[in-house]
């Protein structure tokens, strides 16, 4: 468990200075409410999140929290973390999304406080977390293995991310 713990974080902080060059503990539960209203076809399409729809993350006995996502149609597992700047699919995860990824092809890299981790950046089509969609999202493939990261590449397109007494709401 630690040493998925240390690769989150190794992971969040290559996200962070992502630069361009030429299990992490028992899931949390997910409920997901949806509100049947006018506004929520009103929403911006730069926003995933209306308002109103809404998915409740649990916190997991580890602390964190976790999340079951679509990405292109695939059942992905995340940890969210707003500590990487952008959503980081493992090379397992990339594939079952559809992303296929070859060895040459991890050609930018990430600084991390540990050195340089390589990546190939991808756009993702469609991330989903219940109602809560968007489309076109930046990310990252990292080699190797790993849970992989919904950051803020995701989130900021989210209207409203709130945490209080062990929940996280994705409006």
Do not use: C, W
Request: charged letters at 25%; glycine letters at 10%.
């Amino acid at each position: 468990m630690m040493k998925v713990l240390y690769m989150s974080g190794m992971l969040a902080l290559a996200l962070i200075a992502f630069m361009p060059r030429g299990d992490g503990g028992t899931l949390g539960k997910q409920e997901v409410r949806a509100a049947m209203s006018p506004e929520a076809s009103e929403r911006p399409d730069d926003m995933a999140g209306n308002g109103i729809a809404e998915v409740v993350l649990k916190r997991a006995s580890d602390g964190h929290y976790y999340a079951r996502a679509e990405v292109n149609g695939a059942e992905i597992r995340f940890l969210v973390d707003s500590g990487a700047s952008i959503v980081a699919l493992s090379r397992e995860d990339a594939a079952r999304a559809g992303i296929p990824v070859n060895d040459g092809e991890f050609t930018d890299v990430a600084r991390t406080a540990s050195g340089t981790v390589p990546l190939k950046p991808v756009m993702i089509d469609r991330i989903s977390i219940g109602p809560v969609v968007a489309e076109r999202v930046r990310a990252a493939v990292l080699p190797g293995e790993g849970i992989s990261l919904l950051g803020q590449s995701f989130l900021t397109r989210i209207r409203q991310v709130e945490i209080s007494n062990g929940e996280m709401r994705l409006r």
